[in-house]
């Protein structure tokens, strides 16, 4: 499925974002720096995108057993994803390399959030399991 960027003020779509994903897009989420778009989907995948020529610079696919639910971008280093498989990964942002696996909730991760002030480093993840975890 394909990724438009928008005019915010004339509601004009500037770009559609290739390639495509092959399922819904699920999940996105932007840099710290504001320079990268990252995007999850049903197919099981993420991309990177370069928000200056809207270009796709990296690709995972089958990410995760089963589609992606979450993602976060903590200090533009690392790419948190949270699927239906119930699991947390942890990626290098630069990479794409899979650092960590954590078996998070017994059903699908359904949301991921960094942890403000005073909680450097902390993720917060809730699942369809109900519960909500945070990791360090």
Known sequence: MNIRAW????LECLRILYPPHLDAVSTMTISG???R???GSGDRSFK???LGPFECRRSKADAHAEGLTSMVVME????????RDGRIKVWDAQT????KVIRAHKGAVTALAILGEGHEGQILSAGSDGSM???T
């Open 96 to 99: 794409l390399r899979c650092l």
């Open 48 to 50: 990177v995108f370069d």
């Open 7 to 10: 005019d915010g003020g004339s």
């Open 76 to 83: 533009n280093d690392f790419v948190f994803t949270g699927g």
């Open 133 to 135: 975890k945070v990791w």
């Open 33 to 35: 720096d504001g320079e």
């Open 37 to 39: 778009l990252f995007s």
